[in-house]
């Protein structure tokens, strides 16, 4: 009995040394768990102060301030036609304007536009093209005033050569550069952006002249960095008729080589019953060097009478366009384009058109 009752005192010692020790590892641990506990709030409070204060400190270092702009689209050419040639300096455009940023997110622009104003006896007039403000983050684009209409920017970037020769959508009427309105831009997607455009209807180079406004919407569609897709509609309410436009664009572009389709399609032109025309427009440029490029277009534009279904209400803009030329950089900034030019008109009373021109882009 002694002996077992040593045994059963030493077996308790036992347990309640091992006990006091493992409650000793538990009070470090819960006392270690306090600390890591308080160090990881400290941190997430100093993180949020930092993120803060780096916030605050992008928006301390940014600097209002804005810069001047200028372009100049001129050339030196020779056209020929039914046996007679004409030869010419001209100055296409001269852009002359002012850009600002207000904060990282508002902006302005005003630019002035003197070109030709294709009436009357004056060679060169002055019209403001752009004066805008504009709001934009990484989603939204919001631009209000005379404003560079969505649906032009994208042709003109798919063709790259407006000193060489307008975008199909601008030269054949289907729309305008610039109007007065408000557009609103949405980024859906990193694939998939959306715009709404809401303008006057007139254009840059005249006033709203009645209460018929334009609505449009677009869409663009982005599968990859080299392939692109674009939608676009347009409606222009009277109160007999409608006037509709439609434009899709298809475009590739890599370094060194760029393809685009257009077509284009407008019921009821000026609100007039059965003026309806399409055109369809492919271009491409292939780039030999960092200095060199070789490009070609080709248009083909008819305008057909709903009833009739003769070219007979617009023969002056219906035919076949080919452009071929080289683009050859000079400096930054600095281009010019040795190309022909050559129109055959739907009008079969009419000659073929052929026109060499040496181009130059000037931006400054």
Do not use: C
């Amino acid at each position: 009995m002694p002996g077992f009752r040593i045994r059963q005192r030493r077996f308790y010692e036992i347990k309640k040394t091992t006990y006091m020790q493992k409650n000793k590892y538990f009070r470090f641990l819960i006392s270690n768990l306090r600390i890591i506990k308080f160090r990881f709030i400290i941190l997430l409070i100093s993180g949020s102060f930092a993120s803060g204060h780096l916030s605050g400190q992008e928006a301390e270092d940014f600097t209002p301030g804005g810069r001047p702009e200028a372009r100049i689209f001129t050339s030196m050419s020779a056209t020929f036609a039914d046996g007679e040639n004409h030869n010419k300096f001209d100055i296409a455009r001269a852009y002359l304007g002012y850009s600002y940023n207000f904060s990282q997110k508002f902006s302005g622009r005003i630019v002035y536009d003197v070109a030709d104003p294709s009436a009357g006896n004056l060679k060169f007039s002055g019209m403001l093209k752009f004066a805008y403000l504009r709001y934009q983050t990484d989603r939204w684009t919001i631009t209000g005033g005379m404003i560079p209409l969505p649906e032009y920017d994208h042709g003109d970037r798919k063709w790259g050569f407006r000193y060489v020769y307008k975008t199909m959508h601008d030269e054949y009427g289907f729309g305008t550069s610039a109007d007065l309105g408000l557009s609103i831009g949405y980024k859906i997607s990193s694939l998939l952006s959306a715009d709404l455009t809401v303008m006057n209807g007139e254009g840059f180079k005249l006033t709203e002249n009645d209460s018929i406004l334009k609505s449009a919407a677009g869409i663009t569609l982005t599968p990859s960095e080299d392939f692109s897709l674009r939608a676009y509609y347009d409606i222009m309410a009277g109160k007999r008729r409608s006037q509709h436009t439609a434009e899709f664009i298809a475009a590739y572009e890599n370094a060194g080589l760029s393809l685009s389709g257009a077509y284009n399609f407008r019921k009821n032109n000026n609100l007039i019953e059965g003026h309806n025309y399409h055109g369809l427009s492919f271009n491409g440029a292939v780039a030999v060097n960092d200095r060199l490029r070789l490009f070609g277009r080709f248009d083909h534009v008819a305008s057909v009478t709903a009833f009739s279904g003769l070219d007979s209400w617009n023969l002056r803009k219906a035919g076949q366009l080919v452009v071929a030329g080289m683009e050859i950089s000079l400096a930054p900034g600095v281009s010019i384009a040795p190309n022909f030019q050559g129109w055959n008109p739907a009008d079969s009373g009419m000659p073929f058109i052929s026109r060499f021109s040496l181009s130059l882009d000037l931006k400054l």
